[in-house]
């Protein structure tokens, strides 16, 4: 009979710890079933002065990601009409000395693509600051408009416009002191650059035929060098005068 009592006895025991390690067994951890999202805050223009068309400014918010992020996840910053972003390169999610991925501009879409790589997983709080290059290419309806709308994966954020009324006003018309050129990227792999060439009217009021441009572009090692794609149209019936200026653009 005593025999009977203590195996019962053990065989209790025994249950209760089956059910103890099992409820231990479905304690959830901490961060496996947390959601990973980043949060972008800070979206600001680094020009104190009010906005005028064809300005060129800098872009920059501050990302956050609480519970870490995985590798491939991504982040969109949607542009406004007003406001074209450029192509910047080595744009680099960074937190202290890691980099945990890289930012593409898309100048098709206006916008840019984040998409962090593998070296934030497992870290909890990382963060960080991108900027990027932009230029107002329209005034704003309002010249008293105080804010433009960007897009956080596709939640419209209002952005503050600098100066006292924000607004994105007509451009100052400045007749430069001398022929020059610029030129900046038309694609987000940076293998098109659309130039630009300012002529003044005085250097060009005494000729009457075709005006020829040699240029020459310093390539660096294992450049491939420039191939012209296409040209658009420099002659506009526009009449030339001292005093004014005439653009020509092509792509390369």
Not at 59 to 81: L, Y
Not at 95 to 108: I, K, P
Not at 212 to 228: P, Q, R, T, W
């Amino acid at each position: 009979m005593g025999k009977t009592v203590s195996f019962k006895i053990y065989a209790f025991i025994a249950s209760v710890l089956l059910v103890l390690t099992a409820g231990m067994m479905n304690v959830p951890t901490a961060h496996a079933d947390e959601e990973k999202t980043v949060d972008i805050d800070n979206i600001t223009i680094d020009q104190t002065t009010p906005l005028k068309q064809w300005d060129s400014f800098g872009v920059q918010w501050d990302w956050s990601a609480k519970n870490g992020v995985k590798a491939g996840q991504k982040f969109t910053i949607q542009f406004p009409k007003e406001i074209a972003v450029k192509g910047t390169f080595g744009i680099k999610l960074v937190d202290g000395a890691v980099e945990g991925g890289d930012c593409v501009v898309d100048g098709g879409n206006n916008q840019v693509v984040c998409t962090f790589n593998d070296k934030f997983e497992g870290k909890d709080n990382v963060h960080g600051m991108v900027k990027v290059q932009a230029q107002a290419i329209k005034t704003t309806d309002n010249s008293n408009e105080p804010t433009l709308p960007f897009e956080v994966n596709g939640k419209v954020v209002n952005v503050t416009l600098p100066g006292p009324h924000g607004g994105i006003g007509p451009a100052d018309v400045k007749v430069p002191g001398e022929t020059n050129k610029d030129g900046w990227f038309t694609s987000k792999d940076g293998s098109k650059i659309e130039w630009r060439i300012v002529m003044l009217g005085k250097d060009l009021a005494n000729i009457s035929g075709d005006v020829v441009i040699n240029d020459s572009i310093s390539l660096k090692n294992g450049a491939v060098g420039h191939k012209f794609i296409r040209r658009w149209p420099a002659r506009r019936g526009i009449h030339v005068r001292p005093g004014t200026a005439r653009r020509a653009v092509g792509q390369g």
